[in-house]
């Protein structure tokens, strides 16, 4: 396969590999890489997805505090009467 990889490389061999090697090349490459994926535990999954929500929580809070603060400040500023 290595030898594959380097024949797809192009730039060391001076022959080029027909177009359908090379997209048989990559879908080896693809199932290879998909081989490596670590499928996380249950304890695992819920603690990224919290620390995911805690963060988007904190973040939606921080956005709608600077909305509402600038929007103050604008009524203040401009005179906006209500």
Do not use: H
């Amino acid at each position: 396969m290595a030898q594959d990889v380097a024949a797809a490389g192009g730039a060391g061999s001076g022959e080029k590999v027909n177009f359908f090697r090379r997209i048989v090349i990559f879908f080896r490459e693809v199932i290879a890489e998909l081989r490596k994926v670590v499928t996380p535990t249950r304890k695992e999954l819920v603690k990224f997805t919290s620390i995911v929500l805690g963060f988007v929580i904190v973040m939606i809070a921080l956005v709608f505090g600077f909305d509402t603060l600038f929007s103050w400040i604008v009524d203040v500023v401009f005179g906006i009467p209500t």
